[in-house]
């Protein structure tokens, strides 16, 4: 069972305009949360994070924002920029159940120029 | 920076061969993960460990096996490769507590 959905499978913006990635999960015992982002025939790269203590981080273009009434997290990119044209996935974890990371199915961004 | 390194970029495997694929990484991690991407899909979890010598199945184990005889390195076996088993094949590695995992370059495995 799905424990982190991500439902939007792709996504596609204009150069400048802001990018919103969602991400759902249903696990409430869920306490830290991240966003990575993979180009094609590549390891996915760590982006951004955000403590279950938090409901907002902010690193440069990114920010994360986190709902946890609703289990329910987005990323939102500005100005989105061509480079940033890739595949985010959202992953979740919990202290009190290991150290496993359990991911999303990932959504395709485009960035149009 | 922590480097995760897979041993193979690209591979290609007869059926019914054995593959290992091997991951070493440079941080001194605790847990060790093997991941294998699909097309909307996304990142499934095979098996991962905590510790030497110590392992744990992930979501989709069947087909796979794993061995860590040290604390770098993290070994991913195909017992008897099956076309099914062509995929993306990830590793990461990551330390105790809230910090993220840190993945290698990839591994495209091709069973024909």
């Known amino acids: 069972d799905q424990q982190v959905k991500q439902n939007s499978p792709s996504l596609s913006v204009q150069e400048g305009r802001i990018s919103i990635l969602n991400c759902d999960y249903t696990?409430?015992?869920?306490?830290?949360f991240l966003w990575y982002k993979k180009y094609p025939a590549e390891g996915p790269t760590f982006l951004i994070s955000?403590?279950?203590?938090?409901d907002k981080n902010e690193d440069g273009r990114f920010t994360v924002f986190l709902n946890k009434s609703a289990k329910h997290l987005s990323l939102h990119i500005v100005p989105s920029q061509p480079g940033d044209s890739a595949v985010y996935f959202c992953?979740?974890?919990?202290?009190?159940?290991?150290?496993?990371?359990?991911f999303g199915t990932g959504t395709s961004l485009t960035v149009i120029p | 920076d922590v480097k995760v390194t897979q041993s193979s970029r690209y591979l290609v495997k007869r059926t019914g061969e054995k593959v290992f694929l091997e991951c070493v990484q440079d941080?001194?991690?605790?847990?060790m993960f093997w991941y294998r991407q699909d097309p909307g899909l996304g990142l499934r979890l095979i098996y991962f460990?905590?510790?030497?010598?110590?392992?744990e199945k992930g979501d989709i184990p069947e087909g796979y096996s794993v061995s860590r005889e040290k604390k770098e390195r993290f070994s991913l076996i195909l017992e008897s490769a099956s076309t099914n088993q062509t995929s993306m094949y990830l590793c990461?590695?990551?330390?105790?507590?809230?910090?993220?995992?840190?993945f290698g370059q990839g591994t495209r495995l091709t069973v024909v």
């Open positions: 941080m001194d991690h605790e847990n």
């Open positions: 955000i403590s279950s203590i938090k």
């Open positions: 460990s905590y510790d030497v010598k110590m392992k």
């Open positions: 990461a590695s990551s330390s105790q507590g809230n910090t993220e995992a840190f």
């Open positions: 696990n409430s015992m869920f306490d830290y």
């Open positions: 992953a979740a974890k919990s202290g009190r159940t290991g150290n496993q990371f359990y």
